[in-house]
């Protein structure tokens, strides 16, 4: 998940949580994630508490839940540990 395609993810998380759905991201096609695009599941995620809207990032490979562990953003995104997270 690049920079270049961060744009395409924030119109689908604007509109999710403009129709008050759940969140359900499926990851298992990506492996690895630019700062933008952690901005914008960061932004979504506390959005979508506010909204009192489930959040959830499914199918993460290891080495993408690592990444974002490594990053420091784990925590902010609700990943606790690998083994709560991998497929």
């Given amino acids: 998940m690049t920079t270049v395609l961060a744009e395409d993810l924030r119109a689908r998380l604007v509109l999710a949580a403009d129709h008050d759905e759940a969140i359900f991201i499926d990851a ?23 909204l009192g809207l489930p959040f959830v990032i499914e199918n993460m490979r290891p080495e993408l839940v690592a990444r974002i562990a490594r ?9 606790s540990t690998a083994e709560e997270i991998a497929p």
């Fill in 28 to 50: 298992s096609e990506t492996e690895t994630v630019g700062q933008a695009a952690l901005q914008l599941l960061i932004a979504a995620q506390r959005e979508a508490a506010r």
């Fill in 71 to 79: 990053l420091g953003f784990g925590e902010l995104l609700g990943l």
